[in-house]
């Protein structure tokens, strides 16, 4: 460890390198934690006895220190002596200070619903009677059924809905016990539509899962021939009364949404996309609900206009993470660093045991750990490679789909027109060192470079369009991109095109405008999120979505889509409508129709709105024509009739 290097480009004052400080060295491991009065003040660059160092803080009545693992991430590798840079970019990543997270808070009374065989889910309930209120859900009676203490009942499980502390429970042939006298207990008469509420299911039928995806939080599941995990699963339940708290992890702004407009709908990547059946529709909106998500942040990095946020922690956090990586190590000196993208249970199990038994990381790959690693978009992406790096390695679990990671790659490696952006589906530590070591020094098709690295500040749309331009030749002609992909155009039939403009009263962007004065559809690309909406409501199936990046400027710009002359009134002569329209439907409505049979009757459809409802009104054969009203009687009037009596 070069300590000259850590403390001259992370400003801090490094203590002697320790071998055993957690053990012969636990005395100047006290001294040095007693000299941190705030928090965050003494930093300690291992986490393998972090309780230890803890549990001294404690004693010793002072603040808990904080905790990097440098010796996994760069020190324990094939080239470590060469990782100075890298571990001053870790530890200056550790001293961010990261933004507070909102909470929410989650009360659990202890319902508790067993679920599976009458041997093993009422041995469960026998544990669980005297800290939670059981109710036992059983398909068939047990041979021998006696009162034990909680509620046994017979049933078919319909549906579940909810998460801890508010599940909601139906149960058809649903039958109660029905309390004798001697011998067994009997059920009562089997009837559907049974409903029950409880905080937490322990599910130990050993059948299909009741919820894919991420799960629930407070349903545990363990297969019910394994007394290990059935014993594990039930010492869980016991812990799940009382009050928690969980991170607000998404937050959703509703006026951006493109989800849908007026029932026609557009947007839906987010529904897609989402394991844990947290989002819904409501509306023209979606809905989250924080009990449900659990934070896998795919639909942040799949929403096209920004409307989800990602909340734990704030989105602008992690593209501050990834330029302090980025600027930390060139400022210590260090060339080409490529950046490592993992989540905490399996990328830092994988680079931990790469560390200690095999190669682990090369000098120059930066670790950044996320709470999922679908929170690294193609935003996110093109940030790090326009911040400095020269590749971007995402590290997911081969058990994982990663559709939302692999999709984000795609689009990020199409927007630069190079390779630059990996994903690793690996289980084996070994395999990982080696892509790693054995990867290219550069990308394979690198672009040309402007003027240096970004500063990313902004929606993630914006950083997109500023990486892309730092790292692209601006050219005249739009990089293609994927289908589906959130930038693009619109391509029109202007033979088609009426102009009726129902597309710009749902464009839920703007992108799509009109001009007050003139018939005209305008159109701002960079504004264009590829929705669909406007070519769902278009009755004339006149627009087609083109997925590209347009980077000049001329994409910032309103461009004319189509045009027509305007109609002059046959009466005041001011201009309405559109002239081909109207003609056309003059023509087919002029002397054809019951309506228009006369000349007159033809002419309003030649003429604007108050030119119309003039005619009309003043028309002998307006409908709302009635008789003369009667004079207004008056004072006079009055006192005339006294005087002629």
Not at 235 to 253: C, D, H, M, R, T
Not at 270 to 276: E, G, H, Q, R, V
Not at 354 to 383: C, Q
Request: charged fraction near 20%; include cysteine; hydrophobic fraction near 40%.
């Amino acid at each position: 460890m070069d300590r000259d290097l850590i403390a001259k480009s992370c400003d801090v004052t490094c203590s002697r390198v320790h071998s055993n400080l957690c053990t012969h060295e636990i005395g100047a491991a006290a001294e040095e934690i007693k000299s941190g009065t705030e928090p965050g003040s003494v930093i300690i660059a291992c986490l393998q006895e972090q309780a230890v160092f803890t549990e001294l803080a404690e004693e010793c009545s002072v603040p808990c220190p904080d905790f990097i693992d440098l010796r996994d991430r760069a020190g324990w590798a094939e080239n470590g002596g060469s990782s100075g840079p890298k571990m001053a970019a870790l530890i200056n990543d550790a001293m961010l200070v990261s933004p507070p997270v909102k909470m929410l808070e989650i009360l659990s009374d202890g319902r508790c619903l067993i679920l599976g065989a009458a041997n093993v889910s009422l041995a469960a309930a026998d544990q669980l009677a005297d800290l939670l209120s059981v109710t036992v859900l059983l398909d068939q009676a047990p041979e021998m059924m006696d009162h034990r203490g909680y509620d046994v009942v017979l049933g078919q499980l319909n549906t579940v809905t909810g998460a801890l502390g508010q599940y909601s429970v139906k149960i058809d042939r649903l039958r109660q016990i029905n309390p004798g006298g001697r011998g067994d207990l009997g059920f009562g008469k089997a009837r559907n539509g049974g409903r029950t509420e409880c905080d937490l299911i322990l599910d130990l039928s050993g059948a299909k899962p009741l919820f894919s995806g991420h799960g629930r939080d407070g349903y545990l599941r363990a297969d019910p021939g394994d007394p290990q995990a059935v014993g594990k699963a039930v010492l869980a339940a016991s812990q799940l009364i009382g009050a928690f708290e969980k991170p607000l992890y998404v937050a959703n702004n509703t006026q951006v949404c493109a989800h849908s407009r007026a029932g026609i709908v557009g947007c839906s990547a987010c529904l897609d996309n989402c394991a844990s059946g947290a989002i819904s529709a409501d509306g023209d909106h979606v809905r989250i609900d924080p009990n449900i998500c659990a934070g896998c942040g795919d639909c942040v990095a799949l929403c096209p206009s920004g409307a989800l946020q990602f909340e734990a922690p704030e989105t602008s956090h992690i593209f501050k993470r990834i330029q302090n990586l980025a600027s930390s190590y060139s400022s210590a000196k260090g060339v080409t660093p490529k950046l490592l993208i993992c989540d905490a249970e399996h990328g830092g199990q994988m680079i931990s045991l790469a560390a200690r038994y095999g190669r682990g990381l090369p000098a120059d790959v930066i670790p950044l750990e996320l709470e999922s690693t679908a929170l690294f978009g193609h935003a996110e992406m093109l940030a790090a490679l326009a911040s400095g790096f020269a590749r971007v390695d995402v590290l997911v679990a081969l058990r994982s789909t990663a559709q939302t990671q692999t999709s984000e790659a795609a689009l990020a490696n199409a927007i630069t027109q190079s390779d630059q952006i990996r994903l690793l589906q690996l289980d084996d530590p070994d395999a990982l060192s080696d892509a790693l070591f054995d990867a290219p020094a550069g990308p394979s098709n690198t672009g040309p470079s402007n003027t240096g690295p970004i500063l990313a500040i902004g929606t993630r749309r914006q950083i997109t369009r500023l990486a892309a331009k730092a790292m692209t030749e601006i050219t005249e002609t739009p990089i293609p991109l994927p289908q589906n992909a959130p930038y693009g155009a619109l391509e029109i039939d202007t033979d088609a095109c009426t102009l009726c403009l129902s597309c710009v009263s749902l464009c839920p962007a703007g992108a799509l405008s009109d001009n007050p004065d003139r018939p005209e559809l305008r159109f701002v690309e960079d504004a264009c999120l590829q929705c669909g909406l406007c070519t769902r409501v278009c009755p004339e199936n006149a627009l087609t979505l083109v997925p590209q990046l347009d980077l000049s400027d001329a994409a910032m710009n309103a461009r004319i889509l189509h045009k027509e002359e305007p109609f002059a009134c046959v009466s005041c002569g001011s201009l309405f409508g559109v002239k081909s329209t109207v003609e056309k439907i003059t023509s087919l409505l002029a002397g054809k129709h019951s309506m228009f049979a006369t000349s007159e009757a033809g002419k309003l459809i030649q003429m604007c709105d108050d030119c119309r409802i003039k005619a009309q009104y003043h028309s002998e054969s307006q409908p709302f024509q009635g008789a003369d009203r009667s004079r207004t009687v008056t004072t006079e009037d009055y006192f005339s009739k006294r005087k002629d009596h």
